[in-house]
């Protein structure tokens, strides 16, 4: 599965401005007025449902009996979502691993939420990550939910909705890649998933609006607001 999206050459505030499509390879690619994203090929056998130039569904085969249908589709001008959905019953021998990374090259910067947040080339080979998998609701793990992508002028951060079952994906075969990683609710799928991939000229364009989705989803209190719960916060 692949999506396209066209962004103007001053990112205009339409959402006419996003256009999704789906290749052969089921690879995801982003146009931008910089450049080219495209995400890593899936590794489970994906097929095409449904396409039209704002929404994309299809199907990822988990196994013989299970799938996952994700759709992407345009929410504004510079921001596409991607849910996950599956029966809740549904088993989940291992994580699934959906969406892949996006493809890096020489001179990108990888931003990954460790402590207050790092930034690496992806082409130095003195980044290693010690660990292949790192929890999004873990404080040993990663610190915020979302990871990012700079490219030139471009920059491209994928949120997480919920990071309670989500993990970070890294590979530092070459030029290291991020993805994620959902692990089961209990034995199962539990529960729909989402994401969302945000495009901007600069890290706080793109934070800026990560924040603004966050708040719509009410995940956004400040320390006023949480000592209403937590009478310690007033000391």
Avoid at 20 to 40: I, K, N
Avoid at 95 to 102: A, K, L, Q, S, T
Avoid at 114 to 132: C, I, K, L
Avoid at 157 to 170: D, Q
């Amino acid at each position: 599965l692949a999506v396209l999206l066209a962004l103007g050459t001053v990112f205009p505030a339409t959402a006419a401005s996003l256009s999704l499509s789906v290749d052969e390879h089921g690879a995801v690619s982003v146009t931008t007025p910089c450049g080219v994203f495209t995400q890593l090929p899936p590794t489970q056998t994906v097929r095409r449902v449904e396409a039209s130039p704002s929404h994309i569904r299809v199907s990822v085969f988990l196994s013989e009996d299970d799938a996952l249908l994700c759709d992407y589709r345009v929410e504004n001008d510079a921001e596409v979502s991607l849910r996950l959905s599956a029966p809740t019953n549904m088993t989940l021998h291992q994580p699934v691993c959906y969406p892949p990374g996006w493809r890096t090259e020489k001179g990108d910067v990888g931003i990954y939420p460790f402590g207050e947040g790092m930034a690496y080339p992806v082409d130095d080979p003195e980044v290693v990550f010690p660990r292949e998998r790192y929890s999004f609701a873990n404080g040993m793990g990663v610190s915020m939910g979302f990871f990012g992508l700079a490219r030139g002028e471009v920059h491209l951060m994928t949120g997480i909705r919920k990071g309670l079952h989500a993990e970070l994906r890294l590979a530092t075969n070459g030029c290291h890649t991020a993805g994620v990683a959902w692990r089961s609710v209990g034995r199962f799928w539990g529960e729909n998933r989402e994401l969302r991939f945000i495009f901007g000229r600069s890290l706080g364009e793109v934070a800026g609006r990560y924040r603004v989705w966050r708040e719509r989803l009410g995940g956004v209190r400040t320390l006023a607001e949480k000592a209403k719960t937590n009478p310690l916060l007033k000391n």
